[in-house]
């Protein structure tokens, strides 16, 4: 019997997630999306449910543990197996200088996009090792691999997860699952639209604007197909390192030979 497999997609509600829940189901993935908002959550799911019925989402909280384990439990029992775990829930707040954004904020940030990821690896990789194969997939970004003025709160949880995906990688050399960073490039969501449309964020992150201006921002399906592609094992050699859909994906496939290099697409000090 033929089994499809499932992928799990956190902050599937809006922007990066609602977009790559919607890729994986096109790609013919039962998907499972969660997320905090329950009106959002049925929203997306009916467009799921153009593809297959099968999908669900589940209302869940990235920052609360206990919630993390129920859902996958309910995922285990429902489907029995977790091929793909997106970690993308994440949240920018703090904009403006580190010594005057509410300190809720820039806990907020780091809570989310840095402890979440964290929750969630503890929860699923176990899953994964058990079942013998498994992907999960941390979003990174801006802020990542150099400084981001006035919006350190993601930048240093974004770096955090490049290192915490390498340092996991590491710890599973000897397992078949693999672990990997995407950094989905500039994307016209609700979180950029905040950065440039509310006070702190015209005051400090004009520069955004600009490079939408520009046409800098990506498509809303290349950070998901980015996701597929590393889901799919095609880009293996890359377990542990910080890819961004602005690379070439063919380019990428045919140099993943120079992937054994140690430093090759990680955070290192430049010396």
Known sequence: MEYKQIAVVTGATRGIGRNTALFFAEKGYTVIGTGRDFEKLKEVKTELEKYSPEHSMISMDVTQPAEIQQAVEKIMEKYGRI?????????????????EVKQEDWINDITTNLFGTFHCIQTVVPVMINQDYG??????????AGAFKYGSGYGTSKTGVARLTEN????????PVKVFALDPGLNDTDMTRYQRNSEDGRRYLSEIEDLFKQNIDVLPYQAPQLAYYMAAGELNEYAGRVISVYED???????AKDASEPDFYKLRLKK
Do not use: H, Q, R, Y
């Open 83 to 99: 091929d793909v775990w997106i970690n993308n829930a994440g949240a920018f707040k703090a904009i403006g200088p580190t010594w």
């Open 135 to 144: 992907s999960v997939i941390n979003v990174v970004g801006g802020g990542t």
């Open 168 to 175: 996991v990688t590491e710890e599973l050399m000897e397992t």
């Open 249 to 255: 994906m063919e380019a990428l496939k045919n140099i």
